[in-house]
């Protein structure tokens, strides 16, 4: 209903304040606790529960909150505290049932069964979301955008329909970025709890590296929204906003789809929705910047916690600094020598063995100075047969290699066309140049600029050994090039 307040909608769907009250308070926990198990057995119960099965349930969550109170909304009722778990979990139900969490229609027969609330299953669903948050993602939502609003095609045929889809893309753009800053903002707060060293090593290299740092915001830097946002945001003003013949199509679209609406309705309302989509744009890079500034306050915090672990929980750190103190003041103003019989006395180390690993060799050795010779000028004048040697070299340098277009004119002159496939098996290399062809095959199959795909038997059969083709001179691991 247009103008109605958030407050009077919500309030009349779920039939009063106490919906949410008990939420709050000091007997929240048990209430969520018991909210949540209700929910899930109900959601497996179509039918219903039957009223003794949900009052077992109640005073199964119950017994997990001796300090639940009842208050003056439960009839404040000190002798309640005394009653037995089956009479309190009664009342419970009672008041469930007031709220509007839990449903007991009326039936024509004896039976007396529970429904759970359907907001309530909706707010439980929410709970659940905000206590287990799923790893963040950053898909190509964005990357889409600048697609759509520079393909010149779609946005002749179908500009109305392109702007909704950019406001929708955006916005779900905006939410990835905001998922991420709250997904970094509970490692950091999760790094800041840890207590050892190596939940610490865990959260960083497992954890974080695994749902962040690899994933979306790998994901979030690939996408080079810097470069590509300012441009869509020039491309919004050139082509839609200033365009008439643009702005007259939109509003048609607009109108046919609301006959109702007038001509200046439907003009406002394509002009709001591109100011809209401009202002959303304009807000991603900054929300961006927040996410690279969490992630390397994550950083400077970790390596911060590290130290910090490292030098008050080493378990034998007091004894190792006691030993090298106690080796200091003995050999206080004194060289280091390495015959045993200049050394003082020291306590007895117990070790089975002590040895250089590495020999002598290992230890610090000062560099050896050696006499600066003087160097030969180089002629200032070159003949022209230098510059032809130079050229030669350059040319046959350039074409011994390993470049991706060398990898590439490789492929192209493989027969087949595009999706044809070519074994390992029926490759003909001959000579330098043809290993030259088949090192840069291999170096650059995954490199965005091949045109041409790999498949590995290795990948493709992990649990056999994978077969080996016999090439002239070499013998390499069976796979497959796929023309792109």
């Not at 106490?18 to 606790?33: E, H, K, M, Q, W």
């Not at 007031?98 to 299953?121: M, N, Q, Y």
């Not at 865990?202 to 996408?223: K, P, T």
Request: proline content about 5%; some cysteine.
């Amino acid at each position: 209903m247009p103008g109605e307040h958030l407050s009077t909608a919500l309030f009349r769907e779920t039939r009063g304040a106490g919906f949410f009250r008990i939420l709050s308070g000091t007997n929240a926990p048990f209430y969520v606790d018991v909210l949540d198990s209700l929910e899930r057995e109900a959601s497996e119960r179509a039918e219903g529960m039957a009223r003794e099965e949900v009052v077992a349930l109640i005073g199964e969550v119950l017994e997990h909150h001796p300090g639940f109170e009842f208050d003056g909304e439960l009839g404040g009722n000190p002798e309640m505290q005394l009653a037995g778990t089956r009479d309190k979990a009664r009342l419970l139900l009672e008041h469930l049932l007031k709220c509007h969490w839990l449903e007991e229609p009326p039936r024509r027969d004896w039976r007396r069964t529970i429904h759970f609330d359907a907001h309530g299953a909706t707010l439980i669903a929410a709970l659940r979301k905000m206590a287990w948050p799923e790893a963040a993602v950053f898909t190509d939502k964005l990357i889409a955008v600048c697609g759509m609003l520079f393909d010149e095609t779609e946005i002749s045929a179908r500009p109305w329909q392109i702007v909704e889809n950019c406001l929708s893309n955006v916005r779900e753009g905006l939410n990835e970025l905001w998922s991420m800053q709250k997904s970094v903002q509970r490692f950091t707060r999760r790094q800041l709890e840890e207590e050892t060293l190596g939940g610490n090593l865990a959260m960083v290299f497992d954890d974080f590296s695994e749902q962040m740092s690899h994933a979306c915001y790998a994901e979030l830097v690939r996408s080079r929204l810097p470069l590509r946002l300012p441009e869509a945001v020039q491309r919004i003003h050139t082509r839609l906003m200033d365009d008439a013949g643009t702005l007259a199509e939109m509003q048609t679209e607009v109108l046919r789809r609301n006959p109702g609406m007038s001509a200046e309705t439907a003009r406002a309302k394509v002009h709001q929705s591109l100011d809209d989509l401009v202002n959303l744009v304009e807000r991603v890079l900054p929300m961006a910047d927040e996410v690279d500034r969490r992630t390397a306050d994550f950083t400077r915090r970790s390596l911060a916690r590290f130290r910090y672990l490292q030098d008050v929980t080493g378990e034998r750190r007091t004894e190792v600094k006691a030993l090298f103190e106690t080796a200091n003041r003995l050999l206080a103003r004194k060289r280091l020598s390495l015959h045993a019989a200049d050394l003082p006395e020291l306590p007895a180390l117990r070790l089975p063995a002590v040895k250089l690993p590495a020999g002598r060799d290992s230890l610090y050795a000062p560099p050896v100075r050696r006499t600066p010779l003087e160097q030969e000028p180089f002629e200032d004048t070159t003949s022209d047969s230098d510059r032809d040697d130079g050229l030669r070299d350059m040319q046959r340098s350039l074409r011994d290699s390993l470049s991706i277009q060398r990898a590439n004119k490789f492929v192209q002159s493989l027969p087949g066309g595009k999706g044809d496939r070519i074994g390992s098996g029926d490759l003909s290399i001959s000579g330098e140049a043809g290993f030259t062809d088949l090192i840069s095959l291999l170096l650059h199959s995954e490199s965005p600029e091949a045109r041409y795909r790999l498949d590995v038997e290795r990948v493709l059969h992990e649990e056999s050994e994978p077969p080996v083709d016999t090439l002239e001179g070499c013998a390499v691991e069976r796979f497959s090039i796929i023309k792109k």
